[in-house]
């Protein structure tokens, strides 16, 4: 199984960027990929995820400015990021669990958000 990130970079305050993911290697996967990012010398934390209903669930703190989407066959993820803060800056990961539980982590991707 391989999960992986893209789309990390350097973007200067109130400007936008789009993380994908794209999950491989897996048949069966319990919900599209969702996101967690680690900011600096803090725990990784969860930012997004759509529900079997295609509901989306976002920490508070980026409500309103990120969106999560998703393809037909649920096995990608794509993390709409706008009015980005500084402190949005963090390594973003896409987290994918299978039914069983069995759970992959991608390596991250680093997202720079400048005043």
């Known amino acids: 199984v391989e999960v992986v990130e893209a789309g990390g970079g350097l973007v200067q305050a109130g400007g936008s960027l789009t993380l994908s993911c794209s999950v491989s290697g897996i048949s069966d996967i319990r919900y599209p990929p969702d996101w967690y990012r680690r900011l600096p010398g803090r725990e990784r934390e969860w930012v997004a995820r759509?529900?079997?209903?295609?509901?989306?669930e976002y920490v508070a703190s980026v409500k309103g400015r990120f969106s999560i989407s998703t393809d037909d066959d649920k096995k990608s993820s794509y993390l709409q990021m706008n009015n980005l803060k500084p402190e949005d800056s963090a390594v973003y990961f896409c987290?994918?669990?299978?039914?069983?539980?069995?759970?992959?982590w991608g390596q991250g991707t680093q997202v720079t958000v400048s005043s």
């Open positions: 987290h994918a669990q299978r039914p069983g539980g069995a759970e992959y």
């Open positions: 759509l529900m079997l209903d295609g509901a989306a």
